[in-house]
């Protein structure tokens, strides 16, 4: 089991920043390449960013690249996701998830794909 718990989420004005930080607790962290996904009202989940288990490589979604950035402490058995120059359709419930992989380069950007899930932070841009 893995227990994931997200933080810093909030309300900022568009072209804000904010930076969101999922630390976990139990298996070892880095055996888990890492996800953020976002659910806004009435929409499903997406994919945001991902990262494999070394932090060697990086993916995001279209909307979100060279505004946000993915990145992860093993040590400290984070991940974080910084997100600048935000805009009001950023608006959001942002998860981290967590999905074992044995190959350092396996990243995955599907919901299926991943094994745990935080609660959840929201994060809401005003116009």
């Known amino acids: 089991q893995v227990q994931l718990v997200e933080s810093g989420g909030g309300l900022v004005q568009a072209g804000g920043s904010l930076g969101l930080s999922c630390a976990a607790a139990?298996?070892?962290?880095?055996?888990?390449?890492m996800g953020w996904f976002r659910q806004a009202p009435g929409k499903e989940r997406e994919f945001v960013a991902a990262?494999?288990?070394?932090?060697?490589?990086?993916y995001y979604r279209d909307s979100v690249k060279g505004r946000f950035t993915i990145s992860r402490d093993n040590a400290k058995k984070t991940v974080y996701l910084q997100m600048n120059s935000l805009k009001p359709e950023d608006t959001a419930v942002y998860y981290c998830?967590?999905?074992?992989?044995?190959?350092?380069?396996?990243?995955?950007?599907?919901?299926?794909?991943?094994?745990?899930w935080g609660q959840g932070t929201q994060v809401t841009v005003s116009s």
């Open positions: 998830a967590a999905s074992y992989v044995r190959d350092r380069f396996r990243v995955f950007t599907t919901l299926g794909s991943y094994d745990y």
């Open positions: 990262i494999t288990r070394n932090g060697d490589s990086t």
């Open positions: 139990g298996r070892t962290f880095s055996n888990y390449a």
